[in-house]
């Protein structure tokens, strides 16, 4: 069953703190996206992660992959209000389907 | 540069009524597809078209038809609402099947079946 896993499904966090994200997926794809949602709007595109071992960061968020692990992290350093917002990852099964994950809704207070 | 561009951005349709979700994309994208997203479910694939003339099924396939007649458009039908198809439908599109950049998503229609 194609699957795509995140934990957590909701994190409130206090701005200045760190925390990451868990991305689980069940296939051997080695593509795997990140996407930012706030509330009634469409999705951002974050990260393109195209290989094993593949790291990239924009500001306080960094994002990583293992393909061997089927995992992916998107780790925030040092939380800010802006980041609140919902987070997906999504991997690419089959080089055809794009499979989310159900979302991370973050929530970061002073 | 438009983007991805989806109309209407909300509709409210009876059961059994049919309507046409737009989609359009002024990228030359090759791969289009089609989303919808629910409380709880993130985003779930209802169909997709790796180009022109050239469709094929997701996870949730079932009430919507799917037809791409030319690189620009991919327009989702559904014959016969039902309330179960209440959700946002969101509308993608990336330059190729490989998405080495990643997906574009249009802004989204947030359609109620009453």
């Known amino acids: 069953e194609l699957k795509v896993e995140q934990n957590p499904l909701f994190l409130s966090m206090q701005e200045g703190k760190n925390y990451t994200i868990y991305c689980n997926y069940s296939t051997t794809s080695d593509r795997l996206y990140w996407y930012r949602q706030d509330p009634g709007k469409s999705l951002e595109s974050l990260f393109v992660l195209l290989s094993n071992g593949a790291v990239k960061q924009e500001g306080r968020l960094m994002a990583s992959l293992d393909t061997k692990a089927r995992l992916s992290t998107l780790h925030i350093t040092a939380a800010v209000h802006d980041l609140s917002a919902t987070y997906f990852c999504?991997?690419?099964?089959?080089?055809?389907?794009?499979?989310f994950g159900t979302g991370t809704r973050l929530q970061v207070f002073p | 540069n438009a983007g991805v561009t989806q109309t209407p951005k909300f509709q409210v349709l009876k059961t059994g009524q049919s309507m046409t979700l737009q989609c359009a994309q002024d990228?030359?994208?090759?791969?289009m597809s089609w989303y919808r997203q629910d409380p709880g479910m993130g985003l779930r694939l209802i169909h997709y078209s790796v180009g022109a003339g050239i469709t094929d099924q997701g996870e949730v396939p079932n009430g919507y038809n799917v037809s791409r007649s030319t690189t620009e458009d991919f327009p989702l039908r559904l014959l016969s609402a039902a309330p179960s198809q209440t959700s946002v439908y969101f509308c993608a599109s990336s330059y190729s099947r490989e998405a080495l950049s990643g997906y574009t998503f249009g802004s989204g229609t947030r359609l109620t079946v009453v």
């Open positions: 990228m030359n994208h090759e791969y």
């Open positions: 999504a991997e690419l099964y089959n080089t055809d389907k794009l499979i």
